[in-house]
């Protein structure tokens, strides 16, 4: 399939309009495509996306519940978290599957790496499995008011189909191992 090399959009100026610790928000003026002006909003994340889906010898799989800001929504999804920019993902991934449900894993395949939103964002989501489990004590952050709950992977999976977990991550998390199961890959 072929596709175009060089980048159609041409930028006439930039202007940062908003920065935090997380995210950067640039505003550029374009000419697009087609030769017309434009206006364009990126938004920068300074963090990976990492995720980690955590699968014990019985298939059994571990959901964190909380409450979503953005979406004004209660989430179940895998451990999830943050990996700042010039880091090992694998590490920010074990880090984060500790934190928020105090396992340590012997075995990690990292399975998908993705975009999350390329319309308006840069940010890159990376996917761990984690296998060989064993339970140590949580830590999780200060801002973080987190459920933990062994759950059955094929529930999990009955839960990605029927809708009842929306978080693209462990969708996509979710949806993978399934097919590495259904072709003996695991």
């Known amino acids: 399939m072929h596709h175009p090399e060089k980048n159609p959009w041409k930028i006439t100026s930039e ?5 935090n610790p997380w995210i950067g928000v640039t505003e550029y003026q374009v000419i697009n495509p087609s030769g017309n002006p434009g206006i364009y909003g990126k938004v920068h994340f300074k963090n990976m996306a990492i995720g980690v889906l955590p699968l014990d010898d019985e298939l059994n799989t571990y959901l964190v519940g909380q409450y979503r800001f953005p979406i004004d929504h209660y989430s ?21 599957l500790l934190e928020e449900t105090g396992l340590k894993a012997s075995k990690w395949t990292e ?41 059955p992977f094929a529930e999990v999976y009955r839960m990605v189909c029927d809708g009842e ?22």
């Open 15 to 19: 202007k940062d309009v908003y920065n």
């Open 76 to 96: 179940w999804e895998m451990p999830e978290g943050g990996g700042p920019e010039g880091t090992d993902p694998l590490e920010s991934a074990k880090r984060e």
């Open 111 to 151: 399975i998908q790496r993705m975009h999350l939103s390329n319309s308006v964002s840069d940010e890159l989501s990376i996917i761990y499995l984690a296998r060989g489990l064993a339970q140590f004590e949580a830590e999780p952050e200060d801002t973080e008011q987190l459920i933990i709950k062994k759950v």
């Open 165 to 186: 977990i929306t978080d693209s991550m462990t969708v996509v998390a979710v949806l993978r191992v399934q097919l590495l199961l259904s072709e003996n890959r695991l």
